[in-house]
């Protein structure tokens, strides 16, 4: 028994230098020092030739962004400015709300601006990170086409017109890939940055345990001795404010359990992002293999689902149960979520919204006859 786990340990993580030397044979002469990058070596001469004439860049992340989507916005600005002089903007749609998130801005001074307050026609190289432009949870407006993009989520259909398009699910973080990008064009982030992706990589893949490849894991051990394990720890450990121990009472407080699944209506939240961190909390109860937590914000239902079922994958699931009910969906095989437009509807119509979608999810997750019990 203790072999077999063995075994199985050092196949999902195999041996640096063997993996090394298998990924060396696959690239070419030039590319040998960066045996580890699993970008083609035909990378750097692609962003030169998309770089190049260019005078503004604007990086744009997903709607409230997560620390992966952060520190990758700050790296591919550090990349345009060291290999092709050209300053960039870093810019997010809806908040920053989840409070290591505003650490994470404010410790490592991360110069980002909310989009509503840039005018898109002063620059001429638009980049998305950690989303694509058919993913539909960025605010990039749908009649501007991002140059480039770069993501580890599944590759969306409907990206016409992207020069360059680095998106690979072999990674866990689009830090990773940021990185990989770092490290090919031989550049040397500063301990600041380097504490960014790493933290980007290290919040994606929970430490390397959820969701993470041999790229996250070389990229991991070379952000880590770069970075500031001080400032880091104050990111990791931030203060909360008030709103965040209410909604995990309310989390508790109406939690419901069915068999192997457990959901929360939250009502409405103080930010968007406590919906994905409390169903991630849930989804740590014992014998409970699906969490499913809603939240609504500033007129939109926040769903957010999460499973340790290795055989079903919850992206699927979410798109599946809320296509229908005019929002957007996305996600991973163990974490997704959606978002739902409330404006237009009344508040009796909200109420049915909200039971629909769980009541969906029971179905879908074949749990529908089972006797409701509370958490606490
Ligand atoms: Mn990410």
Not at 154 to 163: I, K, L, W, Y
Not at 221 to 229: G, N, P, Q, T
């Amino acid at each position: 028994m203790v072999q077999e786990k063995h075994t199985r340990g050092r196949r999902s993580v195999p041996d640096g230098r063997k993996a090394a030397r298998h990924r060396r044979k696959k690239l070419g002469e030039h590319d040998r020092r960066h045996c580890n990058s699993r970008l083609g070596k035909r990378v750097l001469e692609r962003f030169g030739r998309v770089l190049r004439g260019k005078k503004s860049s604007l990086i744009l992340t997903h709607d409230n962004p997560d620390p992966d989507a952060l520190a990758s916005a700050a790296g591919m600005a550090f990349f345009y400015e060291s290999i092709a002089n050209v300053p960039s903007r870093l810019a997010y749609g809806g908040i920053i709300g989840r409070a290591e998130n505003r650490a994470l801005v404010r410790t490592l001074k991360l110069p980002v601006t909310p989009l509503g307050r840039l005018d898109l026609d002063e620059f001429d190289l638009l980049t998305l990170v950690d989303t694509q432009h058919p993913a539909g949870n960025h605010s990039l407006p749908e009649d501007r086409t991002p140059q480039v993009v770069i993501d580890h989520h599944p590759q969306r259909s409907g990206d016409h017109g992207v020069h360059l398009a680095l998106v690979s699910d072999a990674y866990g973080a689009t830090s990773s890939i940021v990185t990989e990008i770092i490290r090919f064009a031989d550049l040397e982030p500063d301990p600041m940055l380097a504490t960014a992706l790493f933290y980007g990589v290290k919040s994606d893949t929970q430490s390397l345990v959820r969701r993470s490849t041999p790229a996250d894991v070389e990229a991991y051990r070379w952000l880590f001795s770069r970075s500031d394990h001080a400032l880091l720890a104050e990111i990791e450990h931030p203060k909360v404010p008030l709103s965040y121990f209410q909604a995990y009472h309310t989390a508790y407080q109406h939690a419901r359990i069915y068999g192997s699944v457990i959901m929360v209506d939250l009502g409405t939240v103080y930010t968007p992002d406590i919906v994905p961190e409390i169903a991630e909390r849930l989804l740590s109860l014992e014998q409970v293999n699906w969490s499913v937590a809603i939240g609504d914000y500033e007129n939109e239902l926040y769903v957010s689902v999460r499973t340790n079922d290795r055989r079903r994958n919850a992206g699927r699931q979410i798109q599946s149960l809320t296509r229908d009910l005019g929002g957007s969906a996305g996600g991973h095989g163990s974490m997704a979520g959606a978002k739902i437009p409330l404006t237009e509807r009344s508040s009796e119509e909200v109420i049915t919204l909200r039971e629909k979608i769980l009541s969906r999810f029971r179905g879908k997750l074949g749990v529908a006859d089972e006797t409701e019990s509370t958490l606490i």
